[in-house]
């Protein structure tokens, strides 16, 4: 199982990025993923799961509004799109699905 995040970056408050999360390995398309984020000092928190046809998504309520997670099962991957970043945005975002994780991707969010 391999999980690779990318699209992370510095990003000045206000600002948009698109994360992805390409899988393989698994049987992507039947199952469940989540977007996770670390901040230094802090535990790691959901931020966002999807349903594995992407009927049904969640999110904490800090993003609630801000971010949206998609995916598209023909490329294996699944997507975090962040608008309206935050200073407190600031974390390393983690693809994971069961006991599954990538590497990260950092997110700066900084003027």
Do not use: H
């Not at 039947?30 to 992407?54: D, N």
Request: with cysteine; hydrophobic share 35%.
């Amino acid at each position: 199982v391999q999980l690779v995040e990318s699209g992370g970056g510095l990003v000045q408050p206000g600002g948009s990025l698109r994360l992805s999360c390409a899988a393989s390995g698994f049987a992507f398309g039947g199952s469940f993923m989540r977007w996770y984020r670390q901040a230094p000092g802090k535990e790691r928190e959901l931020v966002a799961s999807i349903t594995s046809a992407g009927l049904s998504t969640t999110y904490t309520d800090s993003v609630k509004g801000r971010f949206t997670i998609s995916r598209d099962n023909a490329k294996n991957t699944v997507y975090l799109q962040i608008n309206s970043l935050k200073p407190e945005d600031t974390a390393v975002y983690y693809c994971n699905t069961a006991i599954y994780w990538g590497q990260g991707t950092q997110v700066t969010v900084s003027s």
